[in-house]
């Protein structure tokens, strides 16, 4: 089974970088067709996409946070790390990182996720 932890800090800064990683087990991130994502979830809010890097290492992020977000692999480490600067404490939220296969046929593809994180709660404050 495959399993999946994210690990940071829980206290950031107004306008410092927030760098979280999650660290994979049971499953390669370089594995066909796999795709690793962050979803974010504030207080008392749904969640939110942020991005997504592919088994290929393309990335996509969410546009509005596009700016100030990315997202990066260490296939050694089996590790997804998510980078966000300039944070703000609209920023706090609950983390998860997230894995998801692409579905593909001749119609063209689709994708669903089928693995979560437990999450790692974020505090934005001075």
């Known amino acids: 089974q495959v399993q999946l932890q994210e690990s940071g800090p829980g206290q950031v800064k107004p306008s410092q970088t927030l760098s979280l990683t999650c660290t994979v087990s049971?499953?390669?991130?370089?594995?066909?067709?796999?795709?690793w994502s962050w979803i974010r979830q504030p207080p008392g809010k749904g969640l939110e996409y942020m991005g997504v890097?592919?088994?290929?290492?393309?990335?996509y992020y969410s546009p509005s946070l596009k700016s100030r977000t990315s997202i990066s692999r260490d296939t050694a480490k089996n590790q997804v790390t998510l980078h966000l600067r300039s944070v703000s404490p609209e920023a706090t939220a609950v983390y998860y990182c997230?894995?998801?296969?692409?579905?593909?046929?001749?119609?063209?593809?689709?994708?669903?996720?089928?693995?979560w994180g437990q999450g790692t709660q974020v505090t934005v404050s001075s």
């Open positions: 890097i592919a088994f290929s290492g393309t990335t």
């Open positions: 049971g499953g390669s991130i370089t594995a066909d067709y796999f795709y």
């Open positions: 997230t894995r998801g296969k692409f579905y593909c046929s001749s119609n063209g593809c689709a994708d669903g996720t089928d693995s």
